[in-house]
Structures are given as structure tokens and as C-alpha cells.
């Protein structure tokens, strides 16, 4: 079949300028809607009606973390990490405007005397000590828990073969 037939048969498509026609009204749809929800003129430039949405988003955010209507980004972001600090800082004993070195230096303190009270771990142990101490307390729970276990778990490794030598 030559190209000419080909075209012939083929069911009727729209032109290109049909095809222009459609996104031209979907361009104008989308624009309309846009601009409606960002507080646009739908004349507005796209750049414009970017603007619009990014300053009212921005505005409705602000109000929301409690930063000035006109903050920017920066003061937003700002605005949120004192308040999750503030937050944070009032959980762990430390003062409200404690920075995140003290924050972090209260939490390291409150989880070792935890952990380690539960260890039986001293004031001045430093984590490696307390983790030893874990260990030990975990270790003594599990003998309690499964008498006879660590005597059969010993004759079970001195029957093994060494890993060097032939299984027979």
C-alpha cells in the first residue's frame, strides 16, 4: 500500500490546528482554576499567578507556625525549629532556650542513668561500660530463664569439628 493510500484509509484526524484549538482551551482551563485558587486575575502572567500562590501558601503557613504574616521562608523555618527546640528542651528538664548541644547532652545523660540503673551501671560509667553491664544483665536473665542450657550449648561446641578439620 503507497504512503497516498495509506493516508487515504486512515480514519480522519483532527489538524493540527484543531489540535491547537484543544490546547489552547485546556491552557485556559487550567489557567482559570489556577488562579482562582491562588487569588489571580486569570489575565495574570503564569509567573504572576505563581507568585500570588507561593505568597499565599507561604502567608497561610506563617500564620500556622505562629511567624509574622509576611516571614519568609527562612523565618518560617525558623519559627518551627525554636518551637520543636522549645518543645523538646521542656521534656528533658532544660531551660526554654536551651540550644541543641545541651538538649542533646540532657538526653544522653537521662538514657545512660536509665539504662544503667537497670544495669546496675555507676554514675561514671561511660557507654562502653554500661553496654558490658547490658550484656552481663541480659546474659544472667537468660541462665535464670534456661537453666542447663549454657552445659549443653558447651558439650555441643567441644563435639563440633573444627571448622579445619574433615567432618567424619
Same mark, same amino acid.
Given at each position: 500500500?503507497?504512503e497516498?493510500?495509506?493516508?487515504?484509509?486512515?480514519?480522519?484526524?483532527?489538524?493540527?490546528?484543531? /489540535?491547537? $484549538?484543544?490546547?489552547?482551551?485546556i491552557?485556559?482551563?487550567?489557567?482559570?482554576?489556577?488562579?482562582?485558587?491562588?487569588?489571580? $486575575?486569570?489575565?495574570?502572567? /503564569?509567573?504572576?499567578?505563581?507568585?500570588?500562590?507561593?505568597?499565599?501558601?507561604?502567608?497561610?503557613?506563617?500564620?500556622?507556625v505562629?511567624?509574622?504574616?509576611?516571614?519568609? /521562608?527562612?523565618?518560617?523555618?525558623?519559627?518551627?525549629?525554636?518551637?520543636?527546640?522549645?518543645?523538646?528542651?521542656?521534656?528533658?528538664?532544660?531551660?526554654?532556650?536551651?540550644?541543641?548541644?545541651?538538649?542533646?547532652?540532657?538526653?544522653?545523660?537521662?538514657?545512660?542513668?536509665?539504662?544503667?540503673?537497670?544495669?546496675?551501671?555507676?554514675?561514671?560509667?561511660?557507654?562502653?561500660?554500661?553496654?558490658?553491664?547490658?550484656?552481663?544483665?541480659?546474659?544472667?536473665?537468660?541462665?535464670?530463664?534456661?537453666?542447663?542450657?549454657?552445659?549443653?550449648?558447651?558439650?555441643?561446641?567441644?563435639?563440633?569439628?573444627?571448622?579445619?578439620?574433615?567432618?567424619?
Amino acid at each position: 500500500m503507497s504512503e497516498g493510500e495509506k493516508r487515504d484509509a486512515a480514519p480522519e484526524s483532527a489538524s493540527s490546528r484543531e /489540535w491547537a $484549538d484543544i490546547g489552547r482551551r485546556i491552557e485556559s482551563q487550567v489557567r482559570r482554576e489556577f488562579a482562582r485558587v491562588a487569588g489571580a $486575575d486569570e489575565q495574570e502572567s /503564569w509567573e504572576e499567578i505563581a507568585r500570588k500562590a507561593e505568597s499565599g501558601l507561604r502567608s497561610r503557613i506563617a500564620s500556622g507556625v505562629g511567624a509574622s504574616e509576611g516571614a519568609s /521562608w527562612e523565618d518560617i523555618g525558623r519559627s518551627v525549629e525554636k518551637q520543636v527546640r522549645t518543645e523538646i528542651a521542656s521534656e528533658v528538664g532544660a531551660e526554654e532556650g536551651a540550644e541543641w548541644s545541651e538538649i542533646g547532652r540532657r538526653i544522653d545523660l537521662q538514657i545512660r542513668s536509665a539504662v544503667g540503673k537497670w544495669a546496675g551501671a555507676e554514675p561514671e560509667d561511660d557507654w562502653s561500660a554500661i553496654g558490658n553491664k547490658v550484656a552481663a544483665r541480659i546474659q544472667n536473665i537468660l541462665d535464670e530463664a534456661l537453666p542447663g542450657q549454657e552445659e549443653e550449648s558447651e558439650d555441643k561446641e567441644a563435639e563440633a569439628p573444627s571448622p579445619d578439620e574433615p567432618a567424619t
